[in-house]
């Protein structure tokens, strides 16, 4: 008889001496301890396979933890154990030698079902005590450490989508801030529909707002997962419903839950090479996790990594560029304009997480997050001839297009600058251009064109420092009433610091800089929470799960001025003098600086209350009833509820269901931001202004104040536990889905509207071609499946681990608001500001199905991980052009393979493929007009396969 591995872990919230009230029957002793669990609020941990061996005796009355344990395990080979790390079972069962392990490897050769034996247990979704996702009364994913870092992809947002499939994220090459922080979808939703939760508690926004989200995502302000170190963390648990009755705002799509690493001892160094299979993107990732003991009732778990990858080029020469060399301008770099992942120059990670139990019934706890990277990346080439405010001029009388030339001592002052029309590619060998570029004559050094130091044109590169920091500090226990409480505070910021390079402020003419720091914009969050938690037995038949609470919070968001050249207006853009233009640009071009005129610190508060109820009405049949009031100091209250049920038909299958209202408030981002991106439109290259709903501009183009989004949410399932490692989840969801809040299609401005601009203050408004603001543009419906197979087994004497993914999700545009629009006549009419195009993009670009099979096997010292994806073809208005761009792209499979070697006790080695065959997408039937090779909006990536070596320590 030997001792096996650790069974059971108790996580008190209260004193072990503290007595509680038990009502559990005789039965199998996994189910006794589950009920053991809920009647204790503690979490338990344990193999189901030698739970179901033995039969637990009933226990009833008050009892402390420890005796109560006793009673309920006596007899069986389950036992009781108290040490220096706290109360935990163990078990005495038969091992024969050839299953005897080597119990000095013990700790590291951990077996391919160890990580399954040990039952997952949520705490996302309930108020009450932690369940699994089988027991749940809504969907549930639970994503263990060994399933996470057992793949290719190394940012968080990828590796989650890689096992998720409901969760969706592209590359993101050429989009703005969207390209330092790629929005992901749950559930075909927006990037900021889905709440982001740490160890239980709000993680605070980014900065970022995604002006080019590839038209679902466009003007979201969601969470930047990225920031969290991989090793700092348990398991992430998904919950796939609507939650903002319990958690608040954002929760419509659903709630990600990260639970963080609270080892005491021992760690690990984690080292990572790799690059994709056209030789470029070289990633250097390190990785290490440290856990001590704080005195002799706590713990510091200290999380570290940092990564360098380098850029990827999925290009080809764009057909203008092409065209400008082969008229003879040598000047044109190959490929003009880069189409791939930006170069992360570095990302430096840090998280620590504490506890300490302060006495029997409280304890202490604090994690803190700190985070820096800086990424660089490039934007759309600007064409020599045609990029207006730059190089394009005034066409003449006959339609003929000209070269903007520069008259630096002012127009109708001295010598006049002569006309240069561009009758063909190449404008460097016209006489009269020659003449303006000879700079020993007068007229040389009075006339200027941007083609005389940029020939080939540029393309701008952009890039940022993104910098993040988080902090919550906390304490939690259980009153001498036994209410169990949770009083925390927590404190994040975001910022991104901008830079773009290889640019020009057009205005300034030859005096121009060609690096600009155009600002900075930051997310500042305040957070207070108080929750308690209470268990009542009424009349020894129903058991009531009890919630309440309080928060309040407080969030600013600040756009800080850029330096001057980055958004100054030269004089060639106003002249004070003459109050005339000559047609250049204003500031930095690519992404214009913050003005004094668009910085501001803009902030709101809010406070809420809920409650939550969990009735245990039978063995058989749970109903969950929730209920939050929030108001906000800028638009007001909302009140929404959750109705949640599970009924067990049999000891195989269980009925699940719910369904729950919603919001979605509009971010102080989004109601206050003043930002100009370059895009395509139907005309070409522009720029384009995002105002906020308040200005006039946008009063005039229809805006109004900005409301929260109002969802319904509805789900039912069938949960199936139809052998000892077998089970499935299958789910469907609806959201309806009100007001959704989005920027509009870039509304072209008259001069009237320019002019109104100027008047107003906003001095570089001679640049906007168009503009767009926030709005509340219109309603969706989404509706889907979800299905989870897992099934465990032994093939030819191996243990193996099969799963099966599956998500289909559907949306539907049902209404677009209509906006008064004045025609040429005279005459009003109401138009969507919606393209058609934009309709399709939130509708069908992301695939409407999605799949995964997954393998994992051990033998001996080799372990595998092999997983089958598929992604359903999709829509992409390439360029967000509306500009007839628009295609179809098929679906696709890859394979993703990670094979590990257990070198020794402490080290093991891996290699893998992300992608093995290095299958991409199809080729974009549009490539020739920006030179992007594959779709940009590809979920399976523009990159093609990724191919890496790992080392891991463990200590």
Request: glycine residues 8%; contains cysteine.
């Amino acid at each position: 008889m030997r001792l096996s591995v650790l069974l059971l872990i108790i996580s008190l919230q209260a004193s072990a001496k503290n007595k509680y009230q038990f009502d559990i029957p005789p039965q199998v002793a996994d189910k006794a301890l589950i009920l053991f669990a809920q009647q204790a609020n503690s979490t338990l941990l344990f193999p189901i396979e030698l739970a179901e061996q033995e039969i637990a005796n009933s226990l009833i009355g008050y009892y402390t933890v420890e005796l109560g344990l006793v009673k309920l395990l006596e007899g069986t080979s389950l036992y009781p154990v108290y040490d220096e790390k706290g109360l935990s079972v163990k078990a005495i069962i038969q091992v024969d030698d050839i299953g005897l392990m080597n119990l000095a490897d013990s700790k590291t050769k951990k077996g391919l079902f160890s990580s399954n034996e040990m039952e997952k247990i949520a705490v996302v979704g309930t108020r009450s005590a932690p369940r699994s996702v089988i027991d749940s009364p809504i969907p549930l994913d639970i994503i263990g450490v060994a399933e996470l870092t057992r793949q290719g992809a190394t940012d968080m947002t990828s590796m989650i989508s890689s096992l998720v499939p409901s969760f969706n994220v592209n590359d993101q090459p050429i989009n703005d801030a969207s390209s330092l922080v790629r929005p992901a979808n749950l559930r075909g939703m927006a990037s900021d529909h889905t709440l982001i939760l740490i160890n239980g508690k709000r993680r605070h926004r980014s900065s970022a707002i995604t002006f080019l989200g590839g038209g679902l995502s466009d003007g979201a302000q969601g969470v930047d997962i990225s920031n969290i170190p991989t090793s700092s963390l348990q398991q992430i648990e998904v919950l796939r419903d609507g939650a903002a009755a319990q958690y608040g705002s954002d929760a419509i799509a659903g709630v990600i839950n990260f639970v963080l690493n609270d080892n005491d001892d021992g760690g690990m160094i984690d080292l990572r090479v790799g690059q994709f299979g056209e030789g470029d993107g070289e990633l250097l990732q390190i990785q290490g996790n440290l856990g001590l003991p704080l005195g002799s009732n706590g713990f510091i778990n200290i999380s570290t990594e940092f990564k360098q990858q380098a850029a990827t080029d999925r290009s080809v020469q764009r057909y203008d560029a092409l065209a400008l060399t082969e008229a003879g301008n040598n000047n044109i770099a190959n490929p003009a304009q880069v189409w791939g992942s930006p170069e992360v120059n570095y990302n430096v990670k840090l998280l620590v997480n504490m506890g300490y139990q302060l006495d029997p019934s409280n304890e202490l706890y604090s994690f803190s997050n700190l985070a820096q990277r800086q990424i660089q990346g490039g934007f759309y080439f600007r064409n020599p001839h045609t990029r207006d405010g730059v190089y394009e001029g005034q066409p003449d009388e006959n339609g003929v297009a000209t070269l903007l030339v520069a008259d630096l001592d002012g127009i109708g002052v001295g010598i006049s600058c002569p006309k240069v029309f561009i009758t063909d590619n190449n404008v460097l060998d016209d006489s009269d251009f020659l003449l303006i570029t000879d700079k020993s004559s007068a007229l040389g050094q009075n006339c200027f064109s941007f083609n005389e130091i940029l020939p080939g044109g540029f393309t701008p590169q952009f890039g940022g420092t993104i910098s993040d920091v988080s902090w919550v500090l906390g304490v939690k226990g259980q009153t001498y009433s036994e209410w169990d409480y949770d009083l925390s505070v927590g404190l994040g910021y975001s910022e991104i610091d901008y830079e773009i390079s290889n640019t020009v402020n057009p205005s300034l003419g030859p005096l121009t800089p060609f690096s600009f720091n155009p600002g900075l914009a930051s997310q500042l969050e305040k957070n207070i929470n108080l929750d308690l938690f209470k268990q009542f037995n009424i009349d020894e038949k129903y058991q009531i799960n009890f919630a309440t609470g309080l928060e309040w919070r407080r969030e600013n968001y600040r756009q800080k001025v850029g330096d001057l050249a980055s958004y100054a207006v030269g004089d060639l853009a106003f002249d004070p003098n003459t109050g005339l233009s000559q047609g250049f640009g204003v500031g930095s071009n690519g992404f214009p600086g913050y003005s004094p005129q668009s910085s501001g610190n803009w902030g709101r508060g809010n406070w809420a209350i809920y409650t939550d109820f969990e009735v245990h009405m039978s063995d058989v049949f749970l109903f969950g009833l929730a209920a939050r009031y929030e108001d906000f100091t800028d638009f007001g209250s909302t009140f929404d509820g959750k109705v949640s049920a599970r009924m067990i038909l049999n000891e195989s299958l269980t009925l699940r269901g719910s369904v729950s209202t919603g919001f979605k408030a509009p971010t102080v981002g989004q109601s206050n931001v003043i930002n100009v991106t370059t895009a395509f439109s139907p005309q070409g290259l522009e720029d384009q202004a995002t105002l906020p709903p308040t200005n006039a501009i946008s009063i005039q183009l229809g805006a109004t104040p900005l409301r929260p989004e109002k969802s319904l949410n509805t789900s039912f399932g069938l949960v199936g536990a139809i052998a000892k490692r077998f089970y499935f989840t299958l789910d469907y969801f609806n959201i309806q889905l009100d007001d959704r809040i989005s920027t509009t299609s870039a509304l072209t401005l008259s001069k009237e509207d320019i002019q109104s601009l100027l008047d107003a203050g906003i001095t570089d408004a001679t640049s906007y071609s168009s503009a767009k603001y926030f709005t509340n543009d219109f309603d969706s419906t989404s509706q889907g499946l979800d299905l989870v197979v897992n099934y465990e087994t032994y093939l030819f004497n191996i243990p193996s681990r099969f799963m099966f993914t599956y998500n289909w999700t559907d949306t539907v545009v049902d209404r677009v608001t209509l906006y008064p629009i004045v025609g040429t006549d005279g005459s009003t009419y109401f138009e969507s500001n919606l393209t058609q195009q934009r309709i399709n993009m939130i509708e069908n670009n992301l695939p409407a199905q999605r799949a995964s099979l997954s393998v994992m096997q051990e033998y001996n010292k080799l372990s595998s991980n092999i997983r089958l994806n598929f992604y359903d073809d999709f829509y992409e208005d390439h360029l967000d052009a509306a500009a007839g761009y628009d295609f179809i792209a098929g679906s696709e499979l890859t394979l993703d393979v990670d094979i590990r070697y257990q070198y020794s006790a402490h080290f093991t080695l891996s290699i893998g493929a992300k992608n093995l065959f290095d299958n991409r997408p199809d080729h974009n039937p549009f490539s020739a007009e920006a030179g992007a090779l594959y779709p940009a909006t590809s979920p399976l990536g523009i990159n093609g396969g990724f191919y890496y070596l790992r080392t891991i320590y463990e200590f």
